[in-house]
């Protein structure tokens, strides 16, 4: 963009927020109910035939939901000119809907959008059911077929029919159908400048939200730096200084203030505007299906009724349309809710999807890249969760040099930004990685990644592989707000990978294009969701950026899909993406010991992922296909079993059921941390997603598992209690997860007696002595992390007090400090117990007791005896002596005694008792063995008696 447009947008925004501000302040221009009420009168005149007149300057129509169809009118926005939004800068382009950039053209495409807003700007649907107001009669646009004549030059932009440019219709493609331009009186839902003025006044009022202090109008608030905690304050900001009620959904939907204004002046209009009586009822289909052509020229109606219009005042005739008004189009009647057991996408995010896929086809025709190795790798994403785990992995199993694309506002910023993020992820940033990377900063959603022309041209001569991670992940936010980030932003991948010498793109999609309620399989090659069953703005930006890529093979390109599914936390570091649902899901199972009841989730930790997808990209074989990168599913009863066997007995409630009652925990107990999860759970948009991510099928990679085996690699293994046991200690440790502790209801526990005598220190033990303890584990995750055993009962000796003393913390160490030998590898430690013991006077007593492995035949009595020191809190010990397990006491209590938590079915119990037993004999085989070892290789040492000058040294 010149200077000279980027002068001429700030004027225009300056005087828009002055707008803005002034009514604010009230000190100018009309507030926000008298701007509501205007557009209210504007339309009820609109309905009475005393609105504007023909010809009159008027913005483009609003659909009957609010779209927000980008037209000539406001078609400036950021979105729309395939940059997704500017946070720093926001563009305005001319109102002539001029291309603005590589995908610009035809990137907002809606009704009335004209040939200004791209070759493709024809391009609109309204499903059946979808509801459009009078003169807001659209088509759906089919695919322009390959080899035609797009109307633009993809790396300029540049429209190669001057008519695109002057806002004239654009030509008829063959085989496509181009959108009804609506005229007449009733194609203005609501004067310009109101809107305007509205839409200034929502920006100013979310300036306080984003970093930089300021919105323009036309720029997605999340774009510019907003959070969701932002959207949430901005609503309620609106409400209480502005007295605007909007709801948080539609926000996230399209959270341009500009959009939010045309839907605000969508509601007042449908306020202010009655139905007609007595007009004819109009059929849904007369509004979703184009009017039949005859062979002269004349639109007729589905029932053979010819349809006419007036004239344009610009002169050119328009497409002949109904001649009825906006008062004459009766309210649809709200569906049966068994008529339709899923609930559908906006229309407007359909017609919004229809016109970025026909982006595909201006890419350029294409031949394949040399199937070798690669050695220079552009790669977005790098700072995200899986993208800096795919960075490490390309570099260590390949000889690349990688580039890595950064949103930053130089290379200094760039260069800190991967650091940190790499060290976030407990992922080296050493001098070696440094030589290796270099950080470009820029941005996938501007034209060009946010590259200079320089570097953009330098990169498509000298790369030889492209791999996007880079990717907006937010189940709140609609499709508008993110296409820029997810579609826009996989599409110029694709044009750096078309230009010069060819280049494979490898693109992580994700498994949520199957996230259809209902989908019966989601196969490697499996067709995708329904799009219009997509509901979730990310599902729906997926499936978007996937299928155009799969247009642009079509055109040659070799394009590489892999699709992970949820995304565990690494199972060596723990390092886990606290944003990622699948996380987050997990995260409130441990801490409120809850689960919904669900068929599967598909999920793998990220080294598995990020290594099969490093794989991928350095095997030429394995380029051009679709890949699962799911690993092995987890049942509903996987996940119960597995988390008991951590400890944590969680109880399986009905989805409705668990979403309430995990809301209400939140809400009693916040938890910053899953904040994010309050938020989905609360969004009706967001908890489709869930429900299709819990209740669909096991999604199946058997494409994916014999490349994995064909290249030797780890094999997909189940994300068990095993591999999650990292990631549960990083969750505990911040604050998103319980591990079990010594309050909770014992996993397993029996009884241990022991008998014997103890004395002063120093002289004879005479005293009788016997303790009778509780011995248990809150899980197995406390086993196999500390080696410890809880212990709880009462010590009873004369010497101590006359009344037996209570336990009240006490701790068993297996084999402390691993079983280190002492005394020479004589003696090696076996069990430590530390009591902390209380008497009825107040008292506050300790013991120390060990059990100890010697090279001795006694291997029974040493398994069974306890040495034992006792004292006061803060003093040495003053008695000491020996305790013993009686032998016929120890079978009987401690392994046909064993108990386990109730709440676990017979199988269950079965399996706790045989891990215990297997653990627990293992470490004392361990144990026991030690100093025989040592004894045996003393016995064995036939080295020669040592001379005085070698025992010297």
């Not at 009159?56 to 009118?73: F, K, Q, R, V």
Request: some cysteine; proline content about 8%.
């Amino acid at each position: 963009m010149s200077e000279v447009e980027v002068n001429e947008d700030a004027a225009a925004h300056a005087g828009q927020r002055a707008v803005g501000e002034a009514i604010e302040r009230g000190d100018g221009g009309p507030g926000v109910e008298a701007l509501l009420a205007r557009i209210g009168q504007a339309a009820a005149s609109l309905a009475t035939g005393t609105g504007t007149e023909p010809g009159a300057d008027t913005p483009a129509p609003l659909t009957g939901h609010g779209a927000d169809a980008e037209t000539g009118g406001s078609a400036g926005s950021a979105a729309a000119s395939g940059e997704g939004a500017d946070a720093g800068a926001p563009a305005v382009l001319p109102r002539a809907g001029a291309a603005a950039g590589p995908f610009g053209a035809g990137a907002g495409a809606g009704a009335g959008a004209g040939a200004g807003a791209g070759p493709h700007a024809g391009g609109s649907t309204v499903p059946p059911g979808g509801d459009v107001g009078a003169g807001e009669f659209r088509t759906r646009v089919d695919a322009v077929p390959y080899g035609t004549d797009p109307g633009g030059d993809i790396r300029t932009g540049t429209p190669r029919d001057a008519g695109a440019a002057s806002g004239l219709p654009a030509p008829a493609v063959p085989g496509a159908t181009t959108a009804l331009d609506p005229v007449g009186p009733a194609a203005s839902a609501a004067p310009d400048a109101d809107t305007d003025a509205l839409a200034a006044v929502i920006a100013a009022a979310a300036g306080p939200f984003v970093p930089g202090g300021h919105l323009s109008p036309d720029t997605d608030f999340f774009d510019a730096g907003g959070t969701s905690v932002g959207a949430v304050e901005l609503v309620a900001a609106l409400e209480d200084e502005l007295g605007m009620e909007i709801d948080l959904d539609e926000v996230f939907a399209d959270a341009r203030p500009r959009s939010i204004a045309r839907r605000r002046s969508a509601a007042a209009g449908a306020t202010a505007t009655a139905p007609v009586l007595g007009a004819p009822s109009i059929p849904a289909a007369a509004w979703t299906t184009a009017p039949a052509t005859d062979t002269n020229g004349a639109t007729r109606a589905p029932d053979g009724s010819e349809l006419s219009a007036p004239a344009s005042a610009s002169g050119v005739n328009p497409v002949p349309l109904p001649a009825l008004t906006r008062g004459t189009r009766p309210a649809p009647a709200p569906a049966p809710a068994t008529d339709t057991p899923y609930a559908t996408a906006r229309p407007e995010d359909l017609e919004q999807i229809l016109a970025d896929l026909s982006l595909a086809d201006r890419l350029p025709w294409t031949g394949s890249p040399e199937p070798l190795p690669p050695r220079r790798i552009l790669l977005t994403g790098a700072t995200g969760f899986l993208g800096s785990h795919l960075l490490l992995d390309l570099l260590r199993h390949s000889d690349a040099h990688v580039y890595c694309l950064v949103r930053a506002a130089d290379e200094e910023a760039a260069t800190a930004r991967l650091g940190e993020a790499l060290k976030s992820h407990r992922l080296p940033w050493s001098s070696e990685v440094r030589r290796r990377v270099t950080v470009l900063p820029g941005d996938i959603r501007r034209p060009h990644l946010g590259l200079s022309d320089g570097v953009w041209n330098d990169l498509a001569h000298e790369l030889d592989s492209i791999v996007g991670v880079a990717a907006a992940v937010d189940f709140l936010r609609g499709y508008q707000s993110l296409r820029g980030s997810n579609v826009i932003g996989a599409l110029t991948l694709a044009e750096l990978a078309a230009t010069g010498p060819p280049k494979p793109l490898h693109h992580i999609s994700s498994i949520a294009v199957f996230n259809e309620v209902g989908i019966s399989s989601m196969g490697e090659d499996d067709p995708l969701a329904h799009v219009d069953r997509l509901v979730a703005g990310y599902d729906q930006t997926k499936w978007a950026a996937e299928v155009a890529l799969r247009r642009a093979r079509d055109h040659g390109l070799i394009v590489t899909a892999m699709r992970p599914g949820g995304i565990g936390g690494h199972t060596r570091t723990g390092a886990h993406n606290p944003q990622d649902l699948s996380s987050g899901l997990i995260s409130a199972f441990g801490r409120f010991r809850t689960v919904p009841a669900f068929h599967r989730l598909n999920a793998a930790p990220v080294d598995w992922v990020s290594r099969v997808a490093a794989a991928v990209v350095c095997e030429p074989d394995a380029w051009g296909f679709d890949y699962n990168l799911t690993g092995v599913p987890n049942t509903l009863d996987d996940v119960v079993r597995d988390m008991a066997f951590a400890g944590m007995h969680v109880r399986v409630q009905d989805w409705d059921e668990w979403r309430t009652d995990a809301l209400a925990r939140l809400e009693a107990e916040p938890v910053p941390e899953l904040a994010f999860l309050t938020r989905v759970l609360q969004s009706p948009t967001a908890l489709k997603l869930c429900e299709a991510t819990l209740k669909g099928p096991a999604a199946t990679d058997d494409r994916t598992a014999a490349l994995v085996e064909a290249l030797g690699l780890r094999p997909a293994a189940r994300y068990d209690a095993r591999a999650q046991l990292r990631t549960f200690e990083r969750l505990a440790e911040d604050g998103l997860a319980r591990l079990p502790h010594k309050d909770d209801q014992p996993y397993l526990w029996f009884s241990e007696t022991t008998e014997g005598t103890v004395g002063p220190v120093g002289t004879d033990a005479g005293i009788p002595c016997s303790m009778e303890l509780t011995l248990s584990i809150a899980g197995m995750h406390q086993l196999v992390k500390e080696r410890r055993v809880d212990a709880g009962g009462e010590l009873v000796c004369a010497a101590v007090h006359p009344a037996p003393l209570r336990v009240e913390r006490g701790d068993v160490w297996i084999r402390p400090e691993e079983g280190i030998p002492q005394r020479h590898g004589m003696r090696g430690q076996l069990l430590r117990y530390r009591l902390t013991l209380s008497d009825t006077d107040g008292g506050r007593w300790w013991l120390e007791g060990h059990k100890y492995a010697r090279a001795r035949r006694d291997v029974w009595r040493q398994t069974r005896a306890l040495s034992v020191e006792i004292g006061r809190e803060g003093e040495p010990a003053s008695l000491a002596g020996e305790l013993v397990v009686p032998a016929d006491s120890y079978v009987r209590d401690q392994i046909d005694g064993i108990k386990v938590d109730p709440r676990l079915t017979g199988r269950e119990k079965r399996a706790a008792k045989l891990t215990w037993l297997a653990w627990f004999g293992a470490e004392m085989g361990r144990g026991l063995l030690g100093p025989f070892t040592r004894a045996a290789a003393d016995l064995l040492d036939l080295r020669p008696a040592r001379t005085p000058s070698e025992r010297h040294r």
